[in-house]
């Protein structure tokens, strides 16, 4: 009787376990059962291009984005064009910006097939776009332009040294070809243009590469991007206009991003909106875990560029339609898998992420439009390999617990006799992000990025800028600190913060028309902005009390040779 019953008990089981695998099964198909479902409808509807009523269940949910050849259906896991999460190793060459290899490629690598499925045999000139010397003022909004007037400045023409091969990130000749007939989409379409311009030869000239191509060519030992660059606004453009072809979520991070990929091949990290502008961080929250703000990354670049830094990368502001820029388009199982309706008949998704992924956090549209920023990458790091680097003053990341420099006074004189802050211009480089960190409020610079062929002898790349303009009630003192205990600053920065600290050139009303452009506008409150008038004359007071101890001599650092800076005095 005993063994009778044991038997019928491991029946039992062996159907539970069968039940459970069927529905699973199931599952996994319903994103092809729902696309075959509405196929003979959206061959019925073919002329219709609305989405979906936000009533309505939306359809094709599963829906792929087709490929020649390929059979559409979810992609191995492993075969999505994820972010790295950021590396906690100081020494660790992972990046925030930086794509995921696949672990599936051949003999190449993902982003050597990316370029080199373009390329076609031959040399161009090795200096194009490496120096741009196109001197085009940026156009005023309206009338008058204050930012014409500031780039009129001499400060603002200061050139950078002479570029050798060692100074370009690229040598272009060996490095990048771009061909776009050659190219796995026939639809790809330059930059929006009906028609392309070849040279004889059949190449395509070097006004035809995209412009995020554009812009990693540029790049160099001293600037992420050139003063005046057109190349810039142009990709600024295609931030906001370029069809957007696949959507995957970045891999770790603690909060929702999306990497985007356009129909010109480009890639961009959308940061979608969390808060409205009026909101400011609730008083109890640790800077670990406030929101991450899309205007803030927004207005981080603009800021960057008044600075004359030009180490943000370029971002505008863009408003998505949920509907057909994400869901459909996106070949990410979890992401799409976390889409709903909510009760007020809007679209919304959660995606996977340590803080704020939840129903309770769900980003929603209205019904299904929503704002965010997209942030260009940089070149891959199969191509350009970058160095991260554990921020000196990082803090605690801790409830309690206070890092060293909080609580030894002299903790720069350590940092100064530690490589690479005892030579060349790291430290004073630390200084100006400092400064840049400090007038948008932003507590967290964990962790900082150069490209590894310079060494160190080069610019920090000021990524991840979300956690600024948090609060314009409060200044936040000790993200000075490393300011007050080095006393230590550039001559061209400190010319440039006492010119911004004008009345007729005024840092807030400067930035004020340079956000103008962004089609998200406004993009800061007026308190925001007033409050970077503010935390300069605080930056400047620091400085001040520092020469006034220490000598001019021994806080600021001359970084501009003779003749320019007699120019620069002569025009004060």
């Known amino acids: ?27 996994d198909l319903l994103p092809k059962l729902e696309k075959r479902a509405a196929g003979p409808a959206t ?44 590396s906690n190793e100081p020494n660790s060459n992972l990046s925030s910006h930086s794509l995921e290899k696949n672990t599936g490629s051949a003999d190449k690598t993902e982003p050597f097939k990316r370029l080199e499925q373009y390329s076609q045999h031959g040399n161009i000139d090795s200096k194009q776009f490496i120096q741009e010397t196109n001197t085009n003022k940026i156009q005023p909004v309206m009338g008058y332009s204050k930012l014409n007037v500031l780039f009129e400045h001499s400060l603002y023409k200061i050139q950078v040294p002479g570029l050798t091969e060692e100074d370009t990130l690229f040598n272009v000749n060996t490095d990048i070809r771009f061909n776009p007939k050659a190219a796995e989409n026939p639809e790809w379409k330059n930059e929006g243009n009906d028609e392309e311009v070849y040279v004889p030869t059949g190449e395509p000239s070097a006004d035809s590469y995209p412009n995020w191509l554009k812009f990693h060519i540029g790049i160099n030992r001293y600037e992420l991007y050139s003063r005046h660059n057109p190349v810039i606004d142009s990709l600024l453009k295609d931030l906001v206009s370029q069809k957007i072809t696949s959507v995957a979520m970045k891999s770790g991070g603690t909060q929702l991003k999306l990497i985007m990929t356009f129909q010109n091949y480009g890639q961009a990290l959308f940061k ?12 109890d929250f640790f800077y670990f875990s406030d929101f991450e703000r899309h205007n803030a990354e927004i207005a981080a670049f603009h800021l960057d560029r008044i600075l004359d830094f030009r180490r943000v990368p370029p971002v505008a502001g863009r408003l998505v339609n949920m509907t057909k820029e994400i869901k459909d388009v996106t070949r990410d199982k979890k992401l799409w898998r976390t889409f709903f309706i909510s009760p007020a008949n809007n679209i919304c998704f959660y995606g996977e992420c340590s803080y704020y992924c939840s129903t309770e956090h769900a980003l929603c549209g209205k019904p299904d439009q929503i704002e965010g920023s997209l942030a260009a990458f940089l070149p891959d790091l199969a191509l350009a390999k970058r ?7 990082r803090r605690s990341y801790h409830k309690r617990k206070k890092a060293e420099w909080e609580v030894d006074p002299d903790y720069c004189e350590e940092v100064k006799q530690t490589p ?35 060494g160190n002898e080069t610019f920090i790349i000021h990524l991840d800028n979300g956690r600024g303009f948090g609060k314009h009630s409060h200044d936040e003192m000790s993200i000075l600190v490393p300011l007050s205990q080095c006393c230590r600053v550039k001559r061209s920065t400190h010319l440039r913060l006492q010119l911004l600290a004008k ?70």
Request: charged letters at 30%.
């Open 272 to 283: 979608p909106m969390k808060q409205t502008r009026e909101q400011e961080t609730p008083p």
């Open 43 to 86: 061959a019925g509807n073919s002329g219709c291009s609305c989405s979906n009523r936000p009533s309505e269940e939306p359809q094709n949910w599963g829906k792929q984005r087709s490929r020649t050849g390929a059979e559409s259906g979810w992609p191995n896991k492993h075969t999505l064009r994820i972010l790295q999460d950021f």
């Open 503 to 572: 009345e007729e050139y005024k840092l807030s009303e400067l930035v004020e028309e340079s956000l103008l452009r962004d089609k998200l506008m406004p993009i800061l409150i007026k308190p925001h902005l007033e409050a970077m008038d503010r935390r300069l004359r605080v930056v400047l007071k620091v400085l001040s009390d520092c020469i006034e101890r220490d000598g001019y001599n021994n806080v600021v650092e001359n970084d501009l040779d003779s003749a320019t800076a007699n120019t620069i005095t002569s025009t004060r």
């Open 420 to 454: 690479p802050y005892d030579s060349g211009t790291r430290l004073l480089d630390i200084m100006d992000m400092t400064i840049f960190d400090f007038l948008m409020g932003n507590m967290d610079r964990h962790h900082y990025e150069t490209f590894e062929k310079f």
């Open 387 to 393: 160095k991260t680097w554990r921020n000196p003053w």
């Open 1 to 27: 009787m005993k063994m009778i019953l044991f038997r019928k008990f491991r029946v039992l089981i062996l159907m539970v376990f069968l039940i459970a695998c069927t529905m699973h099964i199931m599952i």
